[in-house]
């Protein structure tokens, strides 16, 4: 399957898939489409230019292209990056190599659209660089490389002073497009409409969302917890006043492989705060 750290399907009304997925078998199966067929993707949604969001993209479509068909890429990137977004750019030319009709569609926030019933808007893109500050002012992100000591470059977006150290910082997770899915109740068959907000790697986005947008597009029925349950992000679930999480961690990285949650991984990184936050 598919090694990203999300991976959401959701059947349209024709019996298209949504957005990616990690198991050619379960597409079939949740599409009822038999061998021979091809599934339809009709929007592939990459929520940003890490490769633990996209790195398994080239090598399933490498694989299956043959049995599948991508009708639309969904996406949102800053010409001015480097490093995880030029490697992007080459698994969307290749895409379009397996795909030749494939659209290619940029969502801005504030947009709202609707995939065969079901309904979109647009919480926040790295667009929104501009965003209120501590005591009120408009403070403005700004785009910044740093080299790792393997030689190697990440990017960053959004400063932020660390309330530990004071030193700046720089979070690229924090250009990841946020949506907000709503299922209508025509499709639920449940009375009633369902939503899910999709935050992906947000971290201090949700200070952001928090202050521009209404409480009705925080609340939810489904919140997806930001960035794997690494940041603690209490008033964004309270607003929520989600039932159900979707908690996109692998589960030894919480617990351990002995379930002692209390030692450290091979990064030096402690489960604990992983297993509290959530």
């Not at 004071?166 to 250009?175: P, W």
């Not at 961690?249 to 379930?259: L, R």
Request: glycine share 8%; aromatic share 10%; net charge negative.
């Amino acid at each position: 399957g598919l090694p990203c750290s999300l991976s959401l399907k959701t059947r349209l009304a024709d019996k298209s898939l949504g957005e990616a997925t990690r198991i050619m078998e379960f597409c079939r199966e949740i599409t009822n489409t038999p061998a021979g067929e091809k599934v339809i993707f009709n929007s592939w949604f990459i929520s940003h230019a890490h490769s633990d969001h996209f790195g398994g993209l080239p090598r399933f479509i490498d694989k299956y292209h043959n049995q599948i068909d991508i009708k639309n890429v969904m996406y949102s990137l800053d010409d001015e990056m480097i490093g995880s977004t030029r490697d992007m750019g080459k698994v969307l030319k290749m895409i379009k190599a397996y795909f030749p009709d494939v659209t290619y569609y940029k969502p801005h926030t504030g947009e709202h659209f609707d995939i065969n019933g079901i309904e979109f808007d647009v919480i926040f893109t790295q667009e929104d660089r501009f965003y209120p500050a501590a005591d009120g002012k408009l403070s403005c992100g700004k785009v910044s490389s740093k080299l790792r000591e393997d030689g190697t470059y990440r990017d960053f977006l959004v400063e932020t002073v660390n309330a530990t150290t004071g030193k700046k910082e720089y979070d690229f997770n924090d250009t990841s497009t946020v949506l907000r899915v709503t299922f209508p109740k025509a499709i639920t068959g449940a009375g009633r409409d369902y939503t899910s907000n999709l935050y992906a790697d947000a971290n201090l986005v949700d200070q952001v969302i928090m202050k521009t947008m209404s409480d009705d597009l925080l609340a939810t029925d489904i919140m997806m917890v930001p960035h794997h349950g690494h940041d603690s992000h209490p008033e964004l679930v309270e607003k929520s006043g989600a039932g159900i999480f979707l908690y996109t961690q692998n589960k030894q990285a919480i617990y351990g492989p002995d379930n002692d949650y209390t030692t450290q991984d091979d990064k030096g990184t402690y489960r604990n705060p992983l297993r509290k936050n959530f």
